[in-house]
């Protein structure tokens, strides 16, 4: 079965970078888009960015556009999100989600897109 694990997550203080790491198991990685999603405490689930299973296509939130990066590495099954510049506003629980596309330059934003999630890794930033 379709397994993520995202892992990274942390404390930092403001200003700070982290990257989180999702790895796959049990599918075609180069088959599937992956996103970012976060969720705040009392906020609902937000998207944050996406790259498409070629990885040659990337979207973002306008909140995190310039501060975050998001890779992939086909051949060790992981999606990464560099973040960098880190605010308090940036703390949430981090999830990664995946779906097969058939367009290798797709990029999923929404989340009735995505099958696939991951448990979440906890993100704080601390001023």
């Known amino acids: 079965q379709v397994q993520l694990v995202e892992s990274g997550g942390g404390l930092m203080q403001a200003g700070g970078s982290l990257r989180l790491s999702c790895a796959a198991s049990g599918l075609t990685f180069s088959s599937y888009a992956m996103g970012w999603f976060r969720q705040a405490p009392g906020k609902e689930r937000e998207f944050v960015g996406a790259?498409?299973?070629?990885?040659?296509?990337?979207g973002y939130a306008d909140s995190v556009k310039g501060r975050f990066t998001i890779s992939r590495d086909n051949a060790k099954n992981t999606a990464y999100l560099l973040m960098n510049s880190l605010k308090l506003e940036d703390t949430a629980v981090y999830y990664c989600?995946?779906?097969?596309?058939?367009?290798?330059?797709?990029?999923?934003?929404?989340?009735?897109?995505?099958?696939?999630w991951g448990q979440g890794t906890q993100v704080t930033v601390s001023s």
């Open positions: 790259i498409s299973r070629s990885a040659g296509n990337t």
């Open positions: 989600a995946a779906d097969i596309t058939l367009l290798s330059t797709s990029v999923l934003r929404d989340q009735s897109q995505y099958r696939y």
